[in-house]
């Protein structure tokens, strides 16, 4: 019983006092060597695993075998030295409940940049909060694809770390590993706080700079404040134009929430002059068929009008801002965007220059008598 060595030239398996390994490698002076922990367990049965680069780690385990087996416990064996990244996330992609997701394809990314920076061999014991804190590092510091000359987002770096964090949380429910090694790592600070919305003139710009079969969505998206997939997959059986409203189920809201939208008039007149196909009920469709996919669209008519760094789902920020300065209360509101919490709902309402410069005060020293 003790700890063991890898030789990283034939893979033979020595005690950590052996020098040298009958191949003829100098172990002590070797560097990148994997340890290993040999034991009996409580049925007299000899035991060994594969913990990792890290010799205090396998100090560790095996100090924590030996405490187990004076205390007549039985040994559970350290699952996360066998399994690999690349197969937990194998494992994790082939799930139905997650493949069903509509985020899955996001997902398949994420999965692939975390392959990348940690490693598809890399075993889950090696996978330590420190090892964390290097891929935050070097993943911050790469170029972002999306926006050029800047790099990757602090945004973007937490959901591959929640990506990981879920594949972890499903692996240990279905008792493919014992624990969850990055349950102390924490989200980075996020300056996610979006501060541009569009007057009155830049809409009516954008509109203009839009292509034909994107106007009624952007129009839609600027009044109602509904989601990006909300919209897109709008069918007519949702839409009650007569009593001027869009219904929601529960399966169709990110926060499985049934919700009801009331349509401003614009909005109401643009989707009464859409003409309703045999063939679909999809409300939304280009050249004769439905879509889901139009960034590249809507990026060019940003820039066409003028708008700098503005996203789709700025005119959601929009929407609730211009709800909120017509006067209507926080849970009308909060009612129509389908916001769970105030605290994420304040994160959408921008308090203007312009309203702070009409704030009333009350009298003073210099206005009194």
Same mark, same amino acid.
């Given at each position: 019983?003790?700890?063991?060595?890898?030789?990283?030239?034939?893979?033979?398996?020595?005690?950590?006092?052996?020098?040298?390994?009958?191949?003829?490698?100098?172990?002590?002076?070797?560097?990148?060597?994997?340890?290993? /922990?040999?034991?009996?367990?409580?049925?007299?049965?000899?035991?060994?695993?594969?913990?990792?680069?890290?010799?205090?780690?396998?100090?560790?385990?095996?100090?924590?075998?030996?405490?187990?087996?004076?205390?007549?416990?039985?040994?559970?064996?350290?699952?996360?030295?066998?399994?690999?990244?690349?197969?937990?996330?194998?494992?994790?992609?082939?799930?139905?409940?997650?493949?069903?997701?509509?985020?899955?394809?996001?997902?398949?990314?994420?999965?692939?940049?975390?392959?990348?920076?940690?490693?598809?061999?890399?075993?889950?014991?090696?996978?330590?909060?420190?090892?964390?804190?290097?891929?935050?590092?070097?993943?911050?510091?790469?170029?972002? %694809?999306?926006?050029?000359?800047?790099?990757?987002?602090?945004?973007?770096?937490?959901?591959?770390?929640?990506?990981?964090?879920?594949?972890?949380?499903?692996?240990?429910?279905?008792?493919?590993?014992?624990?969850?090694?990055?349950?102390?790592?924490?989200?980075?600070?996020?300056?996610?706080?979006?501060?541009?919305?569009?007057?009155?003139?830049?809409?009516?710009?954008?509109? /203009?700079?839009?292509?034909?079969?994107?106007?009624?969505?952007?129009?839609?998206?600027?009044?109602?404040?509904?989601?990006?997939?909300?919209?897109?997959?709008?069918?007519?059986?949702?839409?009650?134009?007569?009593?001027?409203?869009?219904?929601?189920?529960?399966?169709?809201?990110?926060?499985?929430?049934?919700?009801?939208? %009331?349509?401003? &008039?614009?909005?109401?007149?643009?989707?009464?002059?859409? %003409?309703?196909?045999?063939?679909?009920?999809?409300?939304?469709?280009?050249?004769?068929? &439905?879509?889901?996919?139009?960034?590249?669209?809507?990026?060019?008519?940003?820039?066409?009008?003028?708008?700098?760094?503005?996203?789709?789902?700025?005119?959601?920020?929009?929407? /609730?801002?211009?709800?909120?300065?017509?006067?209507?209360?926080?849970?009308? /509101?909060?009612?129509?965007?389908?916001?769970?919490?105030?605290?994420?709902?304040?994160?959408?309402?921008?308090?203007?220059?312009?309203?702070?410069?009409?704030?009333?005060?009350?009298?003073?020293?210099?206005?009194?008598?």
């Amino acid at each position: 019983m003790g700890l063991l060595v890898e030789c990283p030239g034939c893979r033979k398996r020595n005690s950590v006092r052996t020098d040298r390994c009958k191949c003829g490698l100098a172990l002590k002076k070797l560097g990148h060597k994997n340890y290993w /922990i040999e034991y009996y367990d409580d049925v007299n049965k000899r035991r060994r695993e594969r913990i990792g680069p890290s010799k205090t780690a396998a100090d560790h385990r095996f100090r924590e075998v030996l405490k187990v087996r004076t205390e007549g416990r039985h040994i559970e064996k350290d699952l996360s030295a066998k399994l690999s990244l690349g197969e937990l996330f194998e494992w994790y992609k082939g799930l139905p409940d997650v493949k069903a997701k509509r985020s899955y394809s996001k997902d398949v990314s994420l999965i692939k940049n975390l392959e990348r920076l940690l490693g598809k061999t890399t075993k889950i014991k090696e996978i330590t909060p420190g090892r964390i804190e290097v891929y935050h590092s070097n993943r911050l510091a790469e170029p972002s %694809p999306r926006h050029p000359g800047a790099t990757v987002r602090t945004s973007t770096v937490n959901k591959e770390i929640a990506c990981l964090a879920a594949a972890l949380n499903r692996a240990l429910r279905h008792h493919k590993l014992n624990a969850n090694p990055i349950t102390t790592i924490k989200k980075l600070p996020e300056d996610s706080v979006r501060m541009k919305v569009l007057s009155q003139e830049e809409f009516s710009k954008l509109i /203009i700079c839009c292509p034909h079969y994107l106007r009624p969505i952007v129009i839609l998206a600027f009044y109602s404040g509904m989601r990006k997939s909300e919209i897109v997959f709008l069918t007519w059986k949702e839409v009650d134009l007569a009593k001027g409203f869009i219904r929601l189920n529960a399966d169709r809201t990110k926060t499985k929430v049934a919700r009801s939208i %009331p349509l401003h &008039p614009d909005v109401k007149f643009v989707l009464d002059q859409i %003409p309703r196909p045999l063939h679909t009920d999809r409300v939304f469709l280009r050249h004769g068929k &439905p879509f889901a996919f139009f960034e590249r669209a809507f990026r060019a008519a940003c820039k066409r009008a003028g708008l700098e760094d503005f996203t789709f789902h700025d005119l959601r920020h929009c929407a /609730i801002n211009n709800l909120r300065l017509a006067g209507n209360d926080f849970f009308r /509101i909060m009612a129509i965007s389908g916001h769970k919490t105030m605290s994420v709902f304040k994160r959408y309402n921008l308090v203007t220059e312009d309203e702070l410069s009409k704030v009333t005060w009350p009298a003073g020293l210099a206005t009194a008598g």
